[in-house]
């Protein structure tokens, strides 16, 4: 037994060894494959080498610029280097398999050579086409030449600031590295300061996340505003900014125009011209100039128009930005002002009284506004006279507005007269309103003072007995008729009154009152007829 053992054991070490020189692994044939991130300028890139699963790697990194070895090999599993100069290089990796016990798999180490480009950072340019400095008018037409000098990197994108809080943006490409941009600056200085304004360009591609460009340039002088050509008419309650308007005034009233040049750096001439419209000529009657410094004129124009007719009103603002400038104007009809007159048709001192007001208001217009002094006022449209009946005693003013039709031109006149002694008579009203909002309307009642005896009757017109009253309080009568017949309401119609009264003048009995005269009679008569309203 002791012999067959050692015989056993020599024939397993024999076949393990030769079967180990006779092969090896297949992966120690594989060329090296190498993934490269985009190289850029300055910027670390990563080389990875594949890796083959059941081995251990180690990559030997050799780098190469124009056939020139760069440093010593790197031994590492992978490599990040960084490359400052843009250009044409070349990486060379072996690879080495190793066991788990770390020896040598391979007999023979495979190579692998690829060549790689790093391209360059972007880097930008700013240039003003125009490098002169002028004399600024606003708004200011500035031209910018804006380039890439890595516009291999397709594309690459930027975003142009122009210092005044505004931007622009686009792509750089490789057919289009120049790119042209214009900006109108509007920014006023009204100083002698130096204005600056700081374009910067920012440029951004797959090689850096944000790269600015600078160009700085300094304004010398300040910069001026082409003036405006703006007229604030105030006129009543009209303040707004009137420009190629229309306004409506009144003859004999002033007008006051202001000028408006905005917010003008500097001295601005300006010039008022006020022309009478006559058919298609334009008539000159009055004009006035105008000084105005950083935006405030020191005059505006005051103006009446005394003739009913149509006017234009032209403001021409001008400084060293623009000799002449578009014209502001103001198309200005004026209106007849009329001439408002009113008087009492026969004098009045005694109360109540029927008082009858005559307008003699030229010339007539549409519209009136009556104010009779007691509280009552009215407008009447296109009437000639007015009739108020006054039931107490005082002092009245009695006040007329004569209103121009669509300008609304508006003339006051008033009168005063004073009643303090009573009438020694019988008033009869022509009409009454059952729905009036006024309490001396609502009911159809004579107004009389110290009667001794009365009687009124109304009838309808087929001489029906609608109603009737002989009370008394305290000489005046007590009751009016309502416009009611047995609890229904009348309709609109004419109506019949009759009234019986003795006056109270002092002699035994009194006076009868012999009545009203009436227009379709020249006699008093102690019946007539009046209107119910609805």
């Known amino acids: 037994m002791k012999k067959i053992l050692p015989i056993v054991f020599l024939v397993f070490v024999f076949f393990t060894a030769n079967n180990i020189l006779r092969s090896q692994p297949a992966a120690c044939t594989l060329i090296?494959?190498?993934?490269?991130?985009?190289?850029?300028?300055?910027?670390?890139?990563?080389?990875?080498?594949?890796?083959?699963?059941?081995?251990?790697?180690?990559?030997?990194?050799?780098?190469?610029?124009?056939?020139?070895?760069?440093?010593?090999p790197d031994t590492v599993k992978m490599t990040t280097t960084r490359f400052y100069y843009e250009g044409s290089y070349e990486v060379k990796v072996e690879r080495i398999l190793k066991d788990v016990d770390n020896n040598n798999v391979c007999p023979v180490n495979q190579t692998s050579t690829i060549p790689f480009q790093v391209f360059a950072n972007p880097s930008g340019n700013i240039t003003r086409v125009d490098p002169a400095f002028p004399n600024y008018c606003t708004p200011v037409r500035e031209e910018f030449n804006i380039s890439c000098k890595a516009p291999f990197l397709d594309p690459t994108k930027y975003v142009l600031y122009y210092g005044d809080g505004s931007a622009d943006s686009g792509s750089f490409t490789i057919a289009n590295p120049i790119i042209n941009r214009v900006h109108m600056y509007n920014i006023i200085s009204c100083n002698t300061e130096k204005k600056k304004f700081v374009p910067v360009l920012v440029l951004k591609n797959e090689c850096v996340a944000a790269y600015d460009t600078v160009d700085q340039y300094t304004q010398l002088?300040?910069?001026?505003?082409n003036p405006a050509h703006e007229i604030y008419p105030f006129y009543r309650d009209t303040q707004a900014v009137m420009k190629n308007s229309v306004l409506k005034v009144c003859t004999e009233d002033a007008v006051q125009f202001k000028p408006n040049v905005g917010a003008v750096c500097g001295e601005v001439e300006g010039f008022f011209r006020l022309y009478e419209v006559d058919g298609s000529n334009e008539i000159l009657i009055k004009q006035q100039s105008v000084n105005c410094k950083d935006g405030v004129c020191d005059t505006s124009l005051i103006s009446g128009f005394p003739i009913n007719r149509t006017y234009k009103l032209k403001f021409e603002a001008r400084n060293i930005c623009t000799i002449a400038r578009n014209e502001g104007v103001i198309v200005i009809t004026a209106g007849q002002k009329p001439k408002a007159s009113l008087a009492l048709a026969d004098t009045l001192n005694c109360y109540p009284v029927m008082a009858e007001f005559i307008n003699n208001t030229t010339p007539k217009v549409s519209n009136y506004e009556i104010s009779f002094g007691d509280g009552m006022d009215s407008l009447i449209m296109d009437q000639e006279n007015f009739k108020h009946l006054y039931f107490r005693e005082g002092i009245y003013e009695a006040k007329l507005r004569a209103i121009a039709?669509?300008?609304?031109?508006?003339?006051?006149?008033?009168?005063?007269?004073?009643?303090?002694?009573?009438?020694?008579?019988?008033?009869v009203p022509n009409a009454f309103i059952p729905n009036s909002h006024n309490d001396e309307l609502r009911t159809f009642k004579p107004?009389?003072?110290?009667?001794?005896?009365y009687k009124i009757e109304i009838y309808n017109l087929y001489g029906q007995l609608l109603w009737q009253s002989n009370e008394l309080i305290d000489g005046i009568p007590a009751w009016g008729w309502d416009g009611t017949f047995e609890g229904k309401n009348c309709p609109q119609d004419t109506y019949i009154w009759k009234v019986y009264a003795v006056l109270n003048d002092g002699t035994p009995g009194g006076r009868i009152w012999e009545g009203q005269k009436l227009k379709s009679s020249k006699k008093k008569q102690p019946a007539g007829t009046f209107v119910l309203l609805r």
């Open 221 to 225: 002088g300040s910069f001026n505003e």
């Open 405 to 427: 039709d669509g300008i609304q031109c508006v003339k006051d006149t008033s009168i005063y007269f004073s009643l303090n002694t009573l009438c020694q008579d019988v008033y």
């Open 32 to 72: 090296p494959n190498i993934t490269i991130e985009k190289p850029c300028e300055a910027k670390g890139t990563k080389f990875t080498v594949d890796s083959i699963s059941g081995f251990n790697l180690v990559s030997i990194f050799t780098f190469y610029q124009g056939g020139l070895q760069m440093g010593d």
């Open 447 to 453: 107004v009389a003072l110290n009667l001794i005896d």
